[in-house]
């Protein structure tokens, strides 16, 4: 599976299928798991979806059908309960649990949403992810996590607000997510988690997947680059650096990295 996740980081963007590159991602950390079984559930819900939207012609009438077969009959909803559990963002864990984060469950919808032909794609919401149906000529956004219940322009616009107090207005826009981003911020999920339980190692093996699937990702490398340093391996953390350099043309940053590994050449 290892290089699946090496696959992942050489194919075109547009060539990666959400749910199942997150399924062999998440399968990573669940050895001897077959994923047949979780394949004939996404295939159940890929039927079901097919039988109510065949009718499904704007993309109102998409989203609520996407509700109806994800929320209403297969029961994905957000858990708001145990926000924070780590199997919220395993692809595989959110199949048997029927709970997520906005993100794990975003590609669920995004997913199946594909399959049908229909236009879908993750919105990076400050602090959240949305997904949009349709073009953007008459586009609707809906809330995964809440059941897939859909999401007004003034509840977008209030959603980002709460999150971008004091920031500039540049920063203050929702973006599409490319597949590649989509998946590096499940893993971050639980990379960061895994931090802040105190378990460097794990998070370490969660930012060498991100740095695999998406080597051009410079953050992931600095991270990654600090957790080995933490575990004493200042080759391995050398090694990333230069790999984050190889990646990075903002010139202040390349500065920072260069001086960072003229310090390490002196460990």
Same mark, same amino acid.
């Given at each position: 599976?290892?290089? =699946?996740? *090496? &696959?992942?980081?050489?194919?075109?963007?547009?060539?990666?299928?959400?749910?199942? !590159?997150?399924?062999?991602?998440?399968?990573?950390?669940?050895?001897?798991t077959q994923l047949p079984e979780y394949h004939r559930l996404l295939d159940a819900v890929?039927?079901?979806?097919?039988?109510?939207?065949?009718?499904?012609? #704007?993309?109102? &009438?998409?989203?609520?059908?996407? #509700?109806?077969?994800?929320? @209403?009959e297969f029961?994905?909803?957000?858990?708001?309960? #145990? =926000?924070? @559990? $780590?199997?919220? !963002? @395993?692809?595989?864990?959110?199949? @048997?649990?029927?709970?997520?984060? $906005?993100? #794990?469950?975003?590609?669920? =919808?995004?997913?199946?949403?594909?399959?049908?032909g229909w236009i879908a794609e993750a919105l990076d919401v400050p602090g959240h992810v949305l997904v949009l149906?349709?073009?953007?000529?008459? $586009? *609707?956004?809906?809330?995964?996590f809440r059941g897939g219940c859909l999401v007004s322009e003034q509840q977008l616009a209030a959603l980002v607000a709460a999150h971008t107090v004091g920031m500039p $207005?540049?920063?203050?826009?929702?973006?599409?997510?490319?597949?590649?981003?989509?998946?590096?911020?499940?893993?971050?999920?639980?990379? *960061?988690? !895994?931090?802040?339980a105190g378990k460097g190692r794990r998070a370490l093996e969660l930012y060498n997947r991100m740095t695999m699937i998406a080597p051009s990702h410079g953050p992931a490398w600095w991270e990654r680059a600090r957790l080995e340093l933490d575990e004493g391996d200042t080759a391995a953390a050398r090694h990333s650096l230069t790999a984050m350099l190889e990646v990075t043309r903002e010139p202040d940053l390349r500065s920072k990295i260069? &001086?960072?590994?003229d310090a390490l050449i002196a460990i």
């Open positions: 599976m290892d290089d =699946y996740a *090496t &696959q992942l980081g050489l194919i075109e963007d547009d060539e990666i299928v959400l749910d199942e !590159a997150a399924l062999c991602l998440a399968l990573l950390d669940h050895e001897g890929a039927t079901r979806l097919d039988l109510v939207g065949d009718d499904a012609h #704007s993309a109102r &009438q998409q989203a609520e059908a996407l #509700s109806q077969v994800l929320f @209403d029961g994905f909803v957000g858990d708001q309960a #145990s =926000y924070d @559990d $780590p199997a919220n !963002a @395993d692809l595989i864990r959110v199949l @048997d649990r029927r709970r997520g984060l $906005p993100v #794990s469950l975003s590609i669920l =919808y995004i997913a199946a949403a594909r399959r049908m149906i349709g073009n953007e000529a008459a $586009p *609707t956004i809906i809330d995964p $207005p540049a920063v203050r826009h929702v973006a599409a997510m490319a597949n590649r981003a989509i998946l590096v911020r499940l893993l971050l999920n639980q990379a *960061t988690r !895994a931090k802040q260069t &001086q960072t590994l």
